[in-house]
């Protein structure tokens, strides 16, 4: 099974995403980050997924949006951010 397309929308300055970028990269896996205040357009698409959620990082793994970052290290302790990631075993 293959990793899905994981999006996350950041901005430059945002400690939540660095916490977030940094628990894909203890995964190892690679993700796209779509930074919203270099790409101002790209807010009310996130918006629009997120259904109305404005703070960043809005995360979608594949088509299933997740949610900021304490949203994901939830998924995560309780053990299901793995097997979206195409993974049995946590890492
Ligand atoms: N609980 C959220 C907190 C996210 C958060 O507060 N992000 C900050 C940037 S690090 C933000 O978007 N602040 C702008 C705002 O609150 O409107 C998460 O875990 O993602």
Do not use: N, W
């Not at 901005?11 to 205040?37: G, N």
């Not at 629009?48 to 304490?70: A, C, E, K, L, Y």
Request: net charge negative.
């Amino acid at each position: 099974m293959s990793t899905p397309d994981i999006v996350m929308y950041s901005t430059q300055l945002c400690p939540y995403c660095d916490r977030a970028r940094m628990l894909f990269e203890r995964k190892q896996v690679a993700i796209q980050e779509i930074k919203i205040d270099e790409h101002p357009e790209q807010r009310e698409l996130m918006l629009q997924r997120s259904g109305g959620r404005r703070t960043v990082p809005q995360i979608f793994i594949g088509d299933r949006h997740i949610g900021g970052f304490d949203d994901l290290a939830a998924l995560d302790r309780q053990g299901g951010l793995d097997p979206l990631l195409g993974r049995t075993s946590s890492v």
